[in-house]
C-alpha cells in the first residue's frame, strides 16, 4: 500500500496576490512537513495566510511559486491522486441549500468517483451526528449542523488526509465536543489532520505537532510539548491567611495580581528563580501562605510571544490569568 512517511510536504510555498492596490503576499516561501498520522496544528492571527495554504491543498488558489505534495503527489504534475488524497473543510460553509445532506454526500462520491457498492453514505452520517438530518433541505440546517456536514463531505472517498479550515468557529460547546470525538475517532484510525483554529486550547489539547505563521512566514514547527516547554515563564497561586484585598508595596516590583477568589499571583521565569525564593519574599512581607499552586504557560502565551501580538496582548492575557 502506498504510505509515504509525510502526508504534506510543502516546499517554497509562495502566494502573491494582485490587486488593484498592489500585490499582497499571502504566503512567502513556506517549508512545512505533516508526518504521516499526525495531529498536526497550524496557527496563526487573522490574516497570517492559514486559509491561503490550505486553499492552495484544496486547488482552491493558484500557488505562484514553490511545491506542494500531498500522500507523494505533486499537486502539479499528480492532481487527480493529490486530490483524491486529501479531504477540505474550508472556512465558509459552502453548502447547496436544495440538496439534503444524504444527496450532497451522494453527489460528491460521484464526482470522486466512488462506487455505489463502496460507498458509507449511511455511516458518514451517523458518524456526524446527521441521521435524522439525511432528509431535509440542507439550507434548514444549523451552522453546527452545516459544519459536520462538510466534515462527512471532506470524508466521503475516505482520504488518507483531512484538513480543517476553523472548524469549529461558531460552534456550541457541546457539539464541539462532538465534533472533536469524531476526529479524534479518525485520526485513531490513521488519517492524518491538518487543522487551523483560532481556539488555542483545542490545539494544545489535541494536536501533536504545531506550526505557527504569521504574516505568510514560518516562525515556529515543533511538537506541541517542546513548543509549550520553550517559554520560560510559570505562575504561581497562593492563598493567604486571612485573604488578601491588597498587593503589599514590597511586592509591587513583581508581576503580580490578586485572582477573582482573592488569591496572589505571581508570575516568575522557573529558570531563573526558585518558587522558595518566592515564598520567602512573601513570608517577608508579612503574608502566611496556607496553600499553593503553580500553572505552567500555555499555548496562548508562545502565541503572544511569538506572533506580532507582541507585549501588548501579552499584557492583557496575563491580566486574565493571573
Ligand atoms: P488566514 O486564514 O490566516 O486568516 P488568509 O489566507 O485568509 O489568512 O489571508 C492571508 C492574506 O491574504 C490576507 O492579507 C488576506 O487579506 C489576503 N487574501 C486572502 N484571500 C485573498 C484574495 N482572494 N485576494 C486578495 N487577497 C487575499
Ligand atoms: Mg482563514
Known amino acids: 500500500m502506498h504510505e509515504p512517511d509525510v502526508a504534506v510536504r510543502l516546499r517554497g510555498l509562495t502566494k502573491v496576490y494582485r490587486r488593484r492596490d498592489g500585490v499582497n503576499e499571502a504566503l512567502g516561501c513556506i517549508d512545512l512537513d505533516v508526518p504521516r498520522g499526525a495531529f498536526f496544528g497550524l496557527l496563526g492571527p487573522n490574516g497570517a495566510g492559514k486559509s491561503t495554504l490550505i486553499n492552495i491543498l484544496a486547488g482552491l488558489v493558484i500557488k505562484s511559486a514553490g511545491e506542494a505534495v500531498v500522500w507523494g503527489y505533486d499537486i502539479d504534475t499528480n492532481p487527480r491522486l493529490a486530490r483524491a488524497s486529501i479531504g477540505v473543510v474550508p472556512q465558509e460553509l459552502n453548502i447547496d441549500p436544495f440538496f439534503t445532506p444524504r444527496e450532497t454526500l451522494e453527489l460528491q462520491a460521484g464526482l470522486y468517483g466512488v462506487p455505489a457498492r463502496l460507498r458509507q453514505t449511511d455511516e458518514i452520517l451517523a458518524a456526524v451526528g446527521l441521521t435524522d438530518q439525511a432528509h431535509v433541505y440542507a439550507r434548514t440546517l444549523s451552522g453546527g449542523m452545516r459544519r459536520r456536514l462538510l466534515v462527512a463531505k471532506a470524508m466521503v472517498h475516505?482520504?488518507?488526509?483531512?484538513?480543517?479550515?476553523?472548524?469549529?468557529?461558531?460552534?456550541?460547546?457541546?457539539?464541539?465536543?462532538?465534533?472533536w470525538r469524531y476526529v479524534a475517532k479518525l485520526h485513531a484510525d490513521g488519517t492524518t489532520i491538518l487543522l487551523t483554529t483560532?481556539?488555542?486550547?483545542?490545539?494544545?489539547?489535541?494536536?501533536?505537532?504545531?506550526?505557527?505563521?504569521?504574516?505568510?512566514?514560518?516562525?515556529?514547527?515543533?511538537?506541541?510539548?517542546?513548543?509549550?516547554?520553550?517559554?520560560?515563564?510559570k505562575i504561581v497561586k497562593l492563598t493567604i491567611a486571612g485573604g488578601?484585598?491588597?498587593?503589599?508595596?514590597?511586592?509591587?516590583?513583581?508581576?503580580?495580581?490578586?485572582?477573582?477568589?482573592?488569591?496572589?499571583?505571581?508570575?516568575?521565569?522557573?529558570?531563573?528563580?526558585?518558587?522558595?525564593?518566592?515564598?520567602?519574599?512573601?513570608?517577608?512581607?508579612?503574608?502566611?501562605i496556607t496553600d499553593l499552586s503553580t500553572e505552567e504557560a500555555a499555548l496562548e502565551d508562545i502565541f503572544l510571544d511569538l506572533t506580532a501580538g507582541g507585549s501588548g496582548k501579552r499584557a492583557q492575557a496575563d491580566h486574565g490569568r493571573l
Open 158 to 179: 475516505r482520504p488518507p488526509v483531512l484538513v480543517l479550515d476553523e472548524p469549529t468557529a461558531g460552534v456550541d460547546v457541546e457539539l464541539r465536543r462532538q465534533f
Open 198 to 233: 483560532h481556539y488555542l486550547e483545542e490545539a494544545e489539547r489535541f494536536c501533536d505537532r504545531i506550526a505557527i505563521i504569521d504574516h505568510g512566514r514560518l516562525i515556529a514547527c515543533e511538537s506541541t510539548e517542546s513548543l509549550v516547554r520553550r517559554l520560560d515563564r
Open 244 to 288: 488578601l484585598t491588597a498587593i503589599p508595596t514590597s511586592l509591587q516590583a513583581w508581576q503580580t495580581s490578586i485572582t477573582p477568589l482573592g488569591r496572589l499571583a505571581i508570575a516568575y521565569q522557573p529558570s531563573r528563580m526558585h518558587i522558595e525564593e518566592i515564598l520567602s519574599i512573601v513570608r517577608a512581607a508579612g503574608l502566611v
